[in-house]
């Protein structure tokens, strides 16, 4: 399906629509309507129930709006750039990246640097895509992508919406570990908005400037905590390695989550164990798997932060487009976090059995520091302390040097006391290791909408739908009368419609226009089945019935009304297929699809 008409379905049946139009529009910003917001919280809690629940992780919900400080702290401030392009006639600003990828048959320009993108716009003779006019020659800058703002009145403080869930995390780890009683491993999880000013977006629900992630952090210990990879050993995967990518000839690797760790390939087995669930979840709800797989990045687009990221990719209109990452983190976050911090960010780990070890330590003497360095002394003593800890063997020499304050000072060994005595540990201090999925839960929804979208002929009438899991769909079922002249019909469809509202479905009523054009309404947004109301189900000598459609093959089965929401669970929960309906109930021929 290509990506205008997914934009145009989603827009004509309540999926998703560009924001504030009655104000002309405002780009990177789209409204979810009745159907999307629907298809939109059930991503969101099929992703809870797997990578929440079933993991035996917590949840937490924190501020859209952090100080700057935490910015400063993870990196933000200086380093969250997307390459931008002026038009030099029109002024209309461009990602430089991207239209060299539009130009080029270069994939990830956006690891390039800006020189590089600049000589290439130059090359390619690449236009502004606004007026056409050339953009050689003009220069290619870093635009930071965070949403400033105040918090408070007056002297306020300058603050930041988050541009993604994860450092709200981070920024409460002292108390979070608490919650876990202090024990690695363990994992917290976000959904929420996050914020990015983007340059150019586009793509619908592909690159918008507020927009749902989904994120786990997962808490290691960086030498003892391995994952249950045993569990997705055998899941099969499509990588696209990093040196398949630069070669000439690569190609795919078709392999196993655990031949992929044990060969190196995927070089964490945490990020391994991470993809395995992934590529199990998404096939769940409904993404076609002959059109996904996991890219990993180039080391020019990898983050500063990561030892190895991995990209899920799915194919959409021809494009492949990222809709999570999974990026072993290190202990980047939480040492950043705790140089600028307040609080501890590392966890207590306490030996099974109280050890015995040597420890360098230093007693500097501060009657002869004092004199010597004045108000630099207590930083002369903390450095020589630093020092024995880092590297003892420096004090063997007569003097040792320190550097304070940018400057370089030397200290008799005889001041700094130098000394290794035997201590009794019972535990250490511990920095965890992060490994992240995180997941564009927009780019989801927009996934499945372009994966789920069919065409093909019922009754001799071309008819489009959308094939949803059913555990997916915006709506479960749908109600019918057949006719809406004859009274008890109507009732009977209502009391029906109610009846499995009140035991928990999310149902649709609907007694407007011919009984097909329904059907087609409700298969165009997914719905899985349809419940209508007709004189037969009601007229016969036993107990009252009502024809159930299923969506996909059109098929009809008899079922009586009391106990439809019973029969209807299985089905909806994705734990039985509508073939054991048509095993189990009477089949109702089809030919009211058109009346």
């Not at 703002?149 to 002292?174: C, H, K, N, W």
């Not at 964490?268 to 590529?279: C, I, N, R």
């Not at 501060?366 to 004090?395: H, I, K, N, Q």
């Not at 000072?409 to 201090?429: I, K, L, Q, R």
């Amino acid at each position: 399906m290509a990506g205008t008409e997914i934009v145009e379905l989603a827009k004509r049946r309540g999926f998703f629509f560009g924001s504030n139009g009655a104000y002309g529009g405002t780009a990177g910003f789209y409204t979810f309507g009745p159907q999307g917001a629907a298809l939109k919280r059930n991503v969101e809690d099929a992703w809870r129930d797997r990578f929440t629940v079933a993991e035996g992780n917590q949840e937490i919900e924190a501020p859209n709006i952090m100080p700057e400080a935490v910015f400063e702290a993870s990196g933000h401030l200086d380093g969250f750039d997307d390459m931008l392009v002026e038009c030099g006639e029109c002024g209309e600003s461009h990602r430089a990246d991207h239209l060299v990828e539009g130009a080029t048959s270069i994939e990830d320009a956006e690891a390039l640097p800006g020189s590089e993108v600049e000589l290439l716009i130059r090359d390619h003779g690449i236009a502004c895509p606004s007026c056409g006019t050339p953009l050689a020659g003009q220069d290619v800058e870093d635009f930071n992508l965070m949403f400033a703002t105040d918090i408070g009145p007056g002297d306020s403080q300058p603050g930041y919406l988050r541009p993604e869930t994860a450092q709200g995390i981070f920024v409460e780890f002292p108390r979070l570990k608490e919650y876990a009683r202090g024990r690695l491993p363990f994992g917290v999880t976000q959904v929420g908005a996050a914020y990015r000013n983007e340059i150019s977006p586009r793509g619908g629900l592909l690159r918008l400037r507020e927009f749902t992630q989904a994120e786990l952090e997962q808490f290691i210990h960086p030498e003892d905590d391995e994952p249950p990879l045993w569990k997705v050993a055998d899941v099969e995967v499509l990588l696209y390695p990093a040196d398949e990518q630069e070669a000439e000839d690569g190609d795919y690797v078709e392999t196993t989550v655990g031949e992929a760790v044990d060969e190196g390939v995927v070089g964490s087995p945490w990020v391994g164990y991470y993809l395995g669930v992934a590529q199990e979840w998404y096939e769940r709800v409904g993404v076609d798997m002959d059109r996904f797989r996991f890219r990993q990045h180039l080391p020019g687009e990898r983050a500063h932060y990561a030892a190895d990221c991995w990209d899920a990719e799915s194919e959409v209109d021809g494009d492949w487009i990222e809709i999570a990452g999974f990026s072993y983190r290190a202990d980047y976050d939480l040492s950043k976090h705790g140089e600028y911090g307040d609080d501890a960010f590392t966890v207590f780990q306490r030996y099974d059995e109280p050890k015995t070890v040597e420890r360098a330590t230093v007693d500097p003497d501060m009657a002869t520091l004092g004199p010597e360095f004045g108000g630099r002394a207590a930083a002369v003593a903390e450095a020589l302390e630093d020092l024995a800890a880092r590297d003892p063997d420096a004090f063997e020499a007569d003097a040792v040097s320190v550097e304070v304050d940018g400057e370089t000072v030397t200290v008799d060994a005889d001041v700094a006391n130098f000394s290794v005595e035997e201590v009794t540990e019972n535990g250490e201090h511990v920095t965890p290791h992060v490994v992240e999925p995180s997941f564009g839960v927009g780019r989801t929804v927009q996934t499945l909408l372009a994966h789920a979208y069919r065409v093909d002929e019922v009754d001799g009438e071309e008819r489009s739908y959308l094939s949803l899991e059913p555990a997916l769909a915006p709506t479960d079922a749908a109600v019918f009368p057949l006719v809406t002249n004859e009274e008890t019909l109507v009732e009977t469809a209502r009391s029906v419609a109610n009846d499995l509202r009140e035991q928990g479905l999310s149902v649709a009523y609907d007694d407007s226009g011919s009984i097909g054009r329904r059907y087609r309404r409700q298969d165009e947004v997914g719905t899985p089945f349809c419940v209508t109301v007709d004189r037969d189900g009601l007229e016969g000598d036993g107990p009252d019935t009502v024809t159930v459609r299923e969506r996909d093959t059109a098929a009809q089965v008899r079922v009586p009304v009391d106990g439809l929401a019973d029969a209807l669970a299985p089905l909806l929960a994705g734990e039985d297929s509508f073939e054991s309906f048509l095993d189990a109930y009477e089949t109702v021929d089809s030919g009211v699809e058109t009346q």
